[in-house]
């Protein structure tokens, strides 16, 4: 399996309402802590190595 | 405060020194610890004469190294002193993480059941190289000299040139040989003039033994920024006679001459034990550490090992460890090479099998020591959110590092292993030490470790009459499974992978060499050649 990269997700506005909504009222510090709790939560769920290494790539040069 | 009394080794004037005669010994090493001692005692088993010298007259200060893996085990048992460690040193199986205030979780190491030999014990490194110089006292062919310091050392053709100091003056000695294990800080390692290349880390660590007064559980803590001592990390460990290990992490910024002071350590004890815990201080000591190793373990006569060779963090227990592995990968290629049995080509082997572990070993420190000591303050959040999540959910415990258990690195990019042919299953490939197992050995239970002999062996599930093969002088005794040992529970067989006719090649330092689906003398002969450095057939070369 590859990294997907087309449209995957069902409802994207309300998704990115709720990810955004989890950062309210919490500090930088709090926030990253919570960012960094939610790639290593996403990350076991998705377990390939290789779509993992793809995602981290990407993350850096989203352009590829 | 120490309640450990340390033995003084007597120094004596050898007889070379005495009478003004330059002698020249097959092997010295230079260093008594616990690898230039186990160098000592694999090259004697061997048959090799060996002179040891080392600049102090007693055993290691305090508890130092501490935690010795099954691997050392096998390779000390091997040489006679795995049985006295084992029975002096403690073993544990339960860990616990803590984060903060809070126990993150606990795990239950439940080694594998079918090992002679248990995943590891805590040993001071002063009962462990007690019980090393008492072996090498026993063996008529090791000369232990007390106060022997090497001042210089000249290289040429033949032979190296060493001047040593003792007591009595200096005197000259020569060696076709030289085996380097005098440790991180290795003068001999400068008398060559080699690179010592790596990372240092920003961090010290204050470590000290404690003896308890009263009953405390057998665990491993290790303790993420606990309130007794903020922002840092503190591991617990217990070793022999009440005593217990404790390392805690003082960051870059602290004084070190300040921090082991008793009036600065006990109350961080108390702190951590809470006031209750009666405990005596035994030892204190203050490191830094860093992550490198020589750019080549052979430099002409003189070969390095341990500490002299590589340096690691502390966290795995990979430094006394790797160390004694050095040394068994090293002496029966020397003492080949001594015999005429191998071509000198066999020892620069001994850089690429070596180096290979220990650039993996400083690999895995290295990870384990950025997960304990993070960097930037992104790296802590993630640090912290993984002992966050496995408070909670499994899934996150396995990203938890705080020091993987040392096993050995297969040599999977040796030159001196034949590739597989077929595929098998298992993970036994060529390159992989050799895994124990209970069997029969005349109608009693044994260990398949045991069986493999002092040279290259090779153990057969076929129907085989010979005894032994012969190649070029060198002599491989056949172990045939079903007539000389006897495989009741088919563990043996589980762990290799056979099937009917399955042959295996072992080394002498019982490392997987080669295997077959089924036993072809020839093929063994070429294997037997290939893993003693000699150059195989090109046709062979081409087809594989």
Redesign the interface.
Known sequence: MSLILTPNIADPDDFYAELIGAQRDLSEEESMRVNARLVLLLANHVGDRAVLSEAIRLARSPAG | MSQYVYPRFNYVCSPEQKSGTTRRHPIVVIGAGPIGLTAALDLAARGQPVVVLDDNDTVSVGSRAVCYAKRPLEIWDRLGCAAPMVEKGVSWNIGKVFFRDQLSYQFDLLPEPGHKWPAMINLQQYYLEEILVAACRNNPLIDLRWKHRLLSLHQSDECAQLAVETPDGIFTMEAQWVIACDGANSDTRRMVGAEFKGQFFHDRFLIADVRMKADFPTERWFWFDPPFHPGQSVLLHRQADNIWRIDFQLGWDADPDEEKKPERVIPRIKAMLGEGTAFELEWVSIYQFACRRIDNFRHGRVLFAGDAAHQVSPFGARGANTGVQDIDNLAWKLALVLRGEAPVALIDSYHDERAYAADDNILNSTRATDFITPKT??SR??R???L??AQHHG??RP?VNSGRLSTPTPYVTSPLNTPDTASFTGSMTPGTNAADAPVGVGGKLGWFLDCLGPGFTVVTFGAVDRASVVVDGIEARIIVVGRDIEDSKGLLAHRYGASAGTTYLFRPDQYVTARWTRFDEAAIAQAIRRACGRAVAKRQELAA
Do not use: I
């Open positions: 303050r992104v959040h993630f912290d959110a993984a966050d999540l899934f996150a990203l």
